[in-house]
């Protein structure tokens, strides 16, 4: 195991559904006259896979199970799976949040773990304080934190609030600190869940660079869940596919973003989309949420030509009074590609208990034939710190960019080895009365 970092054998988790503790006290009797005997848990035996799009017949689930995977030394791992996969299960166990049920982890090195918004921090302490308080966490000198703690504030971007309590922090904010103490504080394993998604493009550009340079120039070991399928292909070395709690696929991690685009990602051709949690990012206030995302005049079966302009129309509602806000959405190709993103200007308005709609009109876009969808957030910031997101939904409308007709053809000759982009100049939005 010399060259091993981390070695997963037999690892599974189990829960009990509906219920705080482990259930009635009969099977607290029988946990303990077992392990009294020196005995497996009996209750490890029974239990159904965690498929959380049925009911189920059983109280209780696997969160994971016969999970088995080594991760080398240097070696960025990442973790892709659907919502419910028991991907966040998997980090916890590393990170010792939580037990597995069965199995062993061996892992060789120190360990920092950013797993949730503001995780290690104490919400009544400074920025500054949240600082050395964390990196005693984990197992840092003070000497150690004191020589790395410009470096930390200057990459976080949070110097001006660094003495404030981060309890009066925005969940960028919070995010951009928790990720500067845990990648320059030199553990040799980083694992990140998919909290990143909390921080603007801008910021999520940087930690994904840093990733990569940590990993390459310093020899660390780095787990990263991600949906940015561009991501797990740009900074990965491996892939790992989890669904229902059980490994699906492990090799390349390029090899692995392509199996779980051909196996899991369902496309669609709905014309409209009413937003529920499934779309929904975690750790949003939702003080202004998405209701509704539709095609203004949509084409038949969402294939769009190059030069057909695309219009969506958004429908959010507020449960604050909000004077000057804004919207940006992202088009990614399924693949996870990104296509671009466009940032609104701070025009928006809207009142507490009040339902408004956003029409967006992109002309000229440019786009490459291919398959694509929208992943929309509303908030406010500056570019500096970031924008406060209020909600951000993913994979909501799903189109095509075809060929319609041979003088097209020959117009997007140029973009046909390229993945094309959006031309933002040319993207129009306006709040409806």
């Not at 990720?179 to 998919?194: G, R, T, W, Y």
Request: aromatic share 10%; net charge neutral; proline share 2%.
């Amino acid at each position: 195991m010399s060259d091993v970092a981390i070695r997963v054998e037999n690892l599974g988790k189990q829960y009990r559904l509906g219920e705080i503790g482990t259930g009635t006290i009969s099977h607290d009797l029988n946990r303990w006259w077992a392990r009294l005997r020196g005995k497996d848990d009996p209750f490890a035996k029974i239990g159904e896979a965690n498929d959380r799009t049925r009911k189920g017949e059983s109280d209780y689930v696997w969160a994971l199970r016969d999970v088995d995977f080594d991760v080398k030394k240097g070696e960025v791992l990442g973790i892709i799976g659907r919502n419910g996969a028991g991907k966040s299960t998997l980090l916890k166990i590393l990170s010792k949040v939580t037990a597995p049920t069965t199995g062993n982890i061996k892992v060789r090195g120190r360990i920092a773990a950013l797993l949730e918004v503001g995780t290690g921090f104490h919400p009544e302490l400074t920025g500054r304080e949240n600082v050395y308080l964390n990196g005693a966490i984990l197992g840092m000198t003070k000497a150690e934190i004191r020589s790395k703690f410009d470096e930390i504030v200057d990459f976080s971007g949070v110097e001006r609030y660094i003495d404030t309590p981060v309890k009066r922090y925005s969940s960028g904010m919070y995010v951009r600190l928790a990720f500067a103490v845990s990648a320059f504080l030199e553990p040799e394993i980083l694992i990140v869940d998919e909290v990143l998604a909390v921080g603007d493009a801008e910021f999520q550009k940087k930690c994904l660079g840093r990733m990569e340079d940590v990993s390459r120039n310093d020899g660390r070991t780095i787990l990263f869940v991600s949906h940015s399928m561009a991501a797990v292909k740009n900074i990965c070395t491996t892939g790992l596919v989890l669904k229902n709690g059980q490994v699906n696929f492990v090799g390349r991690a390029d090899d692995a973003v392509d199996y779980y685009v051909k196996n899991f990602i369902s496309f669609n051709n709905d014309t409209a989309v009413e937003i529920t949690a499934t779309h929904r990012a975690r750790g949003m206030s939702r003080l202004i949420e998405f209701v509704r995302v539709e095609f203004v005049n949509p084409v038949e079966n969402n294939f769009y030509a190059v030069t057909e302009p695309i219009e969506l129309l958004i429908t959010l509602k507020s449960n604050i009074d909000r004077e000057a806000f804004r919207v940006a959405f992202a088009v990614n190709r399924l693949d996870e590609t990104a296509a671009g993103t466009f940032f609104a200007d701070e025009v928006l308005s809207i009142k507490k208990g009040e339902t408004r709609q956003v029409l967006v009109t992109i002309r000229d876009h440019q786009l490459a034939k291919g398959q694509y969808y929208f992943d929309l957030s509303v908030g406010t910031g500056s570019e500096v710190l970031g924008i406060t997101d209020y909600d951000i939904v993913m994979k909501t409308l799903f189109f095509d960019i075809v060929y319609k007709d041979l003088q097209k053809t020959q117009m997007i000759t140029l973009w046909e080895s390229q993945w094309g982009s959006i031309n933002f100049q040319h993207v129009e939005l306006q709040q409806l009365p």
